[in-house]
């Protein structure tokens, strides 16, 4: 079988995953990075507000993944909001591009009544993957830990000096 008769036996979707692979290997390009950001930040809701900027959502995803692995973060927006109304601290990232809009509108309410500092992150796929689980997640508490204290610590002082929305 030549290359051509190969690539035609394949199926579309095997071809989009191996080309997501190659593309994922070799790290991807600054541009495209960027380009992917501004891509998610289009498809945020509107009440998306305060939106994290594309330095410190990666600095809260990598956050997430340090706290998944220690198991100090709280998925979902039940398990969420639950924790938040018995007393825990933290900072809460929300997936930004969750439909339909009343699924968690109550939610940053919910953190402004409690005193905690909350902010949208563009796609939850990202979300969910950072906090190592393959399914989306619309909500995540980030609890504070010994273990990823200082990269905690700056994600607290930058979620904290976002802009609050009116």
């Known amino acids: 079988m ?14 989009k995953t ?12 600054k541009e495209d990075r960027e380009r992917a950001y501004e891509v998610l930040a289009t498809r945020v809701n509107p009440i998306a507000s305060p939106l994290a900027a594309r330095k410190l959502t990666k ?12 198991k100090n973060i709280r ?6 909001q639950k924790f938040i109304k018995k007393g825990e601290r933290g900072i809460v990232l929300i997936a930004g591009d969750t439909t339909p809009i009343e699924v968690y509108c109550h939610l940053p309410v919910v953190c402004e009544d409690a005193k905690i500092p909350y902010c949208y992150v563009p796609a939850k796929q990202d979300l969910g993957e950072a906090a190592g689980s393959k399914r989306p997640t619309c909500c995540v508490l980030l609890k504070p830990n010994e273990s990823y204290q200082t990269s905690y610590d700056e994600c607290l002082t930058d979620v904290s000096t976002l802009p609050r929305p009116i």
């Not at 190969?6 to 979707?13: E, I, L, R, V, Y």
């Not at 191996?18 to 390009?29: D, F, L, Q, R």
């Open 2 to 15: 030549d290359v051509q008769q190969s690539n035609m036996a394949k199926t579309p979707k095997k071809q």
């Open 18 to 29: 191996e080309e997501k692979e190659e593309h994922e290997e070799s790290g991807g390009n």
């Open 59 to 70: 600095k809260l995803y990598k956050t997430v993944k340090k706290a998944s692995k220690d």
């Open 75 to 80: 998925k979902g927006i039940r398990d969420v």
